[in-house]
């Protein structure tokens, strides 16, 4: 398999700039990074993208990607949605300009219900939205997908839990909906794996199929007897999910999108980022 790799901003996100950042990755072997599309509510998007841009030219880093925080279009309010969209569009109007973007990670805005612990992951998302928040992700990503699609960017779905597009199945209802060439799917079966409706990997793939238009991949441990919460984020190659026949399944489909891994765990994360890279350059035949 040659797909890109990218590696997820949080393996260095502990003190690193911008510049170590992209000197780490190139250093490791990485093809890419996937950035926040921002850090925080004050920073300036043109300054922040100018720095990364500035920090690719000097260690050649292949590609930048974006992902998270995407558009909040689960508020009630028409004229924050509105605004929502207006920010994301020029923000990838703005990154367009700096960067050949290919695929970008994206979500719709966190779904939680008031007063219920945040890892009971069925009782939040999808299995809450109501109509009306299903036809604002529609309308909003309907307008974001439009320039997405004139720009030559593809934008991606996490599958993530807390948001509508928790599951595969809703994922794919959403994109369906959504119905423009370039909004599909980022399948994370790490996160999906985590919810009590969870289903399989081999289901997952299937469901989302053709719409798979980039992966992120993880592992996690089990700790038996426990519903909410029974879990331990690990190495790639450690846990429950076999993430070599997930790559298999994904190389059936003839799927050439990039590949990011991430280490939403604490510790040496830059330990974390070349040994989970040795382990999916192997898996890939690399």
């Not at 993530?160 to 399948?187: M, T």
Request: hydrophobic residues 40%; glycine residues 10%; charged residues 25%.
């Amino acid at each position: 398999m040659n797909n890109p790799i990218i590696m997820h901003v949080n393996y260095v996100e502990q003190g690193q700039t911008i510049l170590e950042m992209c000197q780490k990755a190139v250093a490791w072997g990485y093809d890419g990074i996937e950035f926040r599309r921002s850090r925080r509510a004050d920073e300036d998007p043109v300054k922040y993208l100018d720095e990364i841009a500035c920090a690719r030219d000097k260690t050649g880093l292949k590609q930048v990607l974006f992902g998270a925080p995407g558009p909040n279009l689960m508020a009630a309010d028409v004229d924050v949605r509105k605004k929502e969209v207006e920010a994301c569009i020029a923000f990838f109007r703005l990154a367009a300009k700096r960067f050949k973007l290919t695929v970008c990670n994206t979500m719709t805005g966190s779904l939680v219900t008031g007063g219920v612990p945040y890892l009971e992951f069925d009782r939040h998302g999808s299995m809450v939205a109501t109509p009306d928040q299903w036809q604002w992700a529609v309308e909003g990503f309907q307008a974001i997908g439009d320039v997405a699609t004139a720009l030559g960017v593809r934008l991606a779905f996490e599958t993530h839990n807390c948001y509508l597009h928790d599951l595969a199945k809703a994922s794919r209802e959403l994109v369906d909906r959504i119905n423009r060439p370039s909004v599909g799917i980022n399948l994370d079966y790490g996160n999906i794996v985590l919810h009590p409706q969870g289903g399989t990997l081999d289901d997952a793939i299937k469901i989302c199929g053709d719409r798979i238009y980039y992966v992120h991949l993880k592992n996690i441990l089990r700790i038996p007897g426990q519903k909410y919460g029974n879990f331990i984020v690990c190495g790639l190659a450690d846990g429950v999910i076999n993430n070599r026949s997930f790559l298999h399944q994904l190389q059936g489909l003839k799927f050439d999108g990039p590949i990011s891994i991430e280490a939403p765990r604490e510790g040496d994360r830059e330990w974390y980022a070349q040994e989970d890279l040795r382990y999916l350059k192997a898996m890939m035949g690399r």
